[in-house]
């Protein structure tokens, strides 16, 4: 029998493992195993974080956002909303309760010779995005 902080600590593995973008079908224990049902949970448990990210972003156009393209924690540029229509976004990571960042083949074709180029989305309202 697996210990209880054993379970928890493959429920954390799960949770990065979804991060990595490793689908539910790659649970690494055997099916019956409390340690397939720990991954599952951990697991679930990012992409239900992940899915409610993508439900608050919905929201963004009434709030006031800064868009920036950028490369670790410098500023490449300043987008405007329209601006932000030429770019195709993918996996949404939270940065904090104010901003979030998006992959995008667009922002990085646009600077090639950079590391790491993201699209950045900062709520400048008063409150987080995600409170």
């Known amino acids: 029998m697996a210990s209880d902080s054993l379970l ?11 991060a990595y973008r490793l689908p539910r079908t790659d649970n690494p224990y055997a099916a019956g195993d409390p340690r397939a049902a720990a991954w599952t949970e951990g697991w679930q448990a990012e992409d ?9 972003i919905v ?3 009434r709030f ?14 300043a987008l405007d909303r329209e601006e932000l229509a ?7 990571n939270g940065v904090d309760a104010r901003s979030v960042t998006y992959e995008s083949d667009e922002a990085r074709a646009r600077f090639p010779d950079r ?3 993201l699209i950045r989305v900062t709520n400048e309202d008063d409150g ?3 409170d």
């Not at 928890?8 to 949770?15: G, S």
């Not at 030429?86 to 949404?92: G, K, Q, T």
């Open 59 to 61: 929201k963004l156009p």
């Open 64 to 77: 006031r956002v800064l868009i920036e393209i950028v490369s670790g924690s410098e500023v490449l540029v």
């Open 48 to 56: 239900d974080r992940v899915h409610r990210l993508d439900e608050e």
């Open 86 to 92: 030429n770019y195709r976004v993918s996996n949404l």
């Open 128 to 130: 987080g995005m995600f």
């Open 8 to 18: 928890d600590e493959i429920r954390l593995m799960a949770r990065a493992d979804h």
């Open 115 to 117: 590391d790491n180029v």
